[in-house]
């Protein structure tokens, strides 16, 4: 059984800069499983945010991250990292690491993923 566990979440000021990592288990991941990150803010929908592919090869970014958010992997770890810099209090949500191990691309759809870790917070104060 595959288990997401997302850790690093807290408090930051607007501005401010903050990591958020994924620790993945449960099987051997191959090199076309997509790690994503979605966001969802109360009252709101989940959202996508990043995903990549475990080899690296294929990345996507939402537009209101681009330039400010980074994804990357420890593959000997399997681990995801978002690096999340000039944060925005619009930033602040619960953050959610998911797998897709079916569809060997990247896609943005929540419902595209297979696997949910249970979320950490991220709050960007003004």
């Known amino acids: 059984q595959v288990q997401l566990v997302e850790s690093g979440g807290g408090l930051v000021q607007a501005g401010g800069s903050l990591i958020v990592s994924c620790a993945a288990s449960g099987r051997t991941f191959f090199s076309t499983d997509v790690m994503g990150w979605f966001r969802q803010a109360p009252g709101k929908e989940r959202e996508f945010v990043v995903a990549t592919t475990w080899s690296g090869a294929s990345t996507l970014y939402a537009d209101s991250v681009k330039g400010r958010f980074t994804i990357s992997r420890d593959n000997a770890k399997n681990t995801v990292y978002l690096q999340m810099n000039s944060l925005k209090p619009e930033d602040t949500g619960v953050y959610y690491c998911?797998?897709?191990?079916?569809?060997?691309?990247?896609?943005?759809?929540?419902?595209?993923?297979?696997?949910w870790g249970q979320g950490t917070q991220v709050t960007v104060s003004s």
């Open positions: 998911a797998a897709d191990l079916v569809g060997r691309r990247v896609r943005v759809r929540p419902r595209e993923y297979d696997y």
